[in-house]
């Protein structure tokens, strides 16, 4: 189901100390944000939002959709970690939507606020240009206070699983999961899968499913769905979601 007509939201947080650059999946790492206004909490970071730009009157929210990014929408939201180089704002051009990491060490979410889910499937056609150590990922259960878990791919043919949380306003800490190689990885344009049912995570690539992980250890069970683009040591990166959907296994 396409979501026609609608604003994006936008929210930005600054890096001022990230995880170390690398070039195939992340170790256990702490990233250092500082939110462009005023926290409200103590332990979780909470930035303003910026008003979206359409006008008009939205379309309802649906849980099972698929975003075909022909023209905004006023149901997502935006997560920046800049590096102190602030990234551009995401943006739909041209059925894409567009995000553009100028600098090293620049991670962006682009989150899906109207539900939560507890077992859910994404998918998504992703390009990535401009820049041959562009990152896409895919976020399942999102949580500020709890985490969440995130499927990234890379331009060597390696990926991995990895539960992500803020520890703290303005700290984020990434653990592996799972990380391993697969050959079905393509250099420019792939078709992204996550499936998050019960204690498990089932990635896929380009129809083909990758190695399923039991999760208990941080055991989320619900949140919000998303997206994600990073680059680490080079830039400029310029990551472009063709299409993404949600289901309900």
């Not at 800049?82 to 962006?108: C, I, K, T, Y």
């Not at 990895?162 to 703290?168: K, S």
């Not at 089932?202 to 083909?208: D, K, M, R, V």
């Amino acid at each position: 189901m396409k979501l026609k007509g609608l604003g994006f939201l936008l929210v930005m947080l600054t890096l001022t100390a990230c995880q170390p650059a690398a070039t195939t999946e992340p170790g256990t790492a702490t990233a250092t944000l500082s939110p462009t206004s005023t926290s409200t909490s103590t332990s979780t970071p909470q930035p303003s939002a910026i008003p979206p730009t359409a006008t008009g009157t939205p379309l309802p929210a649906v849980r099972v959709f698929k975003d075909d990014f022909s023209q905004d929408s006023p149901y997502w939201s935006f997560l920046q970690v800049d590096a102190g180089q602030p990234s551009a704002r995401p943006e739909v051009n041209s059925g894409f939507l567009l995000f553009d990491l100028p600098a090293p060490n620049q991670w962006l979410y682009a989150l899906y606020e109207p539900f939560a889910y507890t077992d859910v499937r994404l998918d998504a056609d992703v390009q990535v240009r401009g820049g041959p150590q562009g990152t896409p990922g895919l976020v399942c259960r999102y949580d500020n206070e709890r985490g969440w878990y995130e499927f990234d791919i890379h331009e060597d043919q390696t990926y991995v699983l990895l539960y992500g949380q803020w520890l703290a306003d303005g700290v984020a800490r990434y653990t592996p999961l799972v990380r391993a190689g697969s050959e079905k990885i393509l250099p420019s344009e792939n078709e992204m899968g996550l499936l998050c049912e019960g204690d498990t995570l089932t990635p896929y690539i380009n129809g083909t499913q990758l190695r399923r992980q039991q999760e208990k250890t941080f055991a989320l069970t619900s949140g919000k769905i998303g997206v994600a683009a990073s680059a680490f040591e080079d830039g400029p990166v310029v990551i472009a979601y063709d299409w993404m959907q949600a289901a309900l296994p």
